[in-house]
């Protein structure tokens, strides 16, 4: 533990699983308080056992909700310097095709207006922090923000309408004055509970993962870790001069031409 977040009090969303729980780990390791969201109430509760955490059960769609999680930040720990927000899924999801409206609204739903959501409620809590208004807020898109899956057209369009939501926020907030920065991360194939229970269930479990580490030159299917220190970075005042980007971490997978 290097303490680069002491002090500093942190919001995750989607915590319960995958890199928004190892980001959960993460961040209490290197000092910061942390509260976080998700629907799994055990997961929630073991999480926040193992780490020190406080866990509130909260969709991110659920405007409603949002007071809730507002409240307690102020009541708990009185300011919020960091948000990573991390929920998103492709349950449902289809081609242009196929996909029923009824789950592409709730795709945009979850992936889009969730975001949306965690943007809105952390400004306003970061802009009240006590000595002067200032924060970090790093939304999780993927690669899938630049190139699109045909057979997910929703998460692809949300994941690509993230990094526009990142850069209009970060001009309004430093144009505002507000010193609070918004940055958009983009992994590329990692290596979560979910790649790997596709990969084991799998015909040929092998040749699966063979498949996914080709898709980045440098061969292999990235690490939780690397994305939690990305996030550490941006959470940082290392990167106080970052805004309004979009940082890509994918092996290299976006760079050129497969093939060529």
């Not at 699983?17 to 509260?35: D, Q």
């Not at 943007?119 to 970061?126: C, D, F, Q, T």
């Not at 990969?199 to 939780?224: H, N, S, Y």
Request: charged share 20%; with cysteine.
């Amino acid at each position: 533990m290097t303490n680069r977040l002491q002090h500093k009090v942190a919001l995750i969303t989607g915590g319960t699983n995958g890199i928004g729980k190892a980001t959960v780990h993460g961040l209490v390791r290197e000092g910061a308080r942390v509260i976080f969201t998700g629907n799994n109430i055990e997961a929630g509760g073991q999480i926040a056992e193992e780490t020190g955490a406080m866990f509130i059960q909260h969709a991110v769609q659920d405007v409603a909700g949002w007071e809730v999680v507002k409240t307690a930040i102020r009541e708990h720990f009185g300011r919020l310097d960091i948000t990573f927000s991390n929920a998103g899924t492709n349950a449902g999801d289809s081609d242009i095709e196929n996909v029923e409206v009824d789950a592409w609204k709730n795709l945009v739903d979850i992936n889009l207006t969730g975001m949306m959501l965690a943007v809105k409620s952390s400004i306003e809590l970061m802009k009240t922090n006590p000595g002067q208004s200032s924060g970090s807020i790093i939304l999780n898109s993927s690669i899938n923000g630049f190139l699109a899956l045909a057979g997910d057209v929703t998460y692809s369009t949300t994941k690509g309408a993230l990094r526009l939501l990142a850069k209009s926020a970060a001009v309004h907030l430093a144009k505002t004055g507000t010193g609070i920065r918004c940055n958009s991360i983009h992994p590329g194939v990692i290596e979560t509970p979910l790649i790997q229970s596709a990969i084991e269930g799998a015909q040929d479990p092998d040749a699966a993962r063979a498949m996914l580490e080709g898709i980045a030159p440098v061969g292999r299917l990235g690490d939780m870790e690397e994305i939690v220190s990305l996030v550490i970075y941006l959470a940082s005042e290392d990167s106080r001069f970052i805004t309004g980007s979009e940082i890509i971490i994918d092996g290299g997978s976006t760079a050129g031409l497969p093939g060529v």
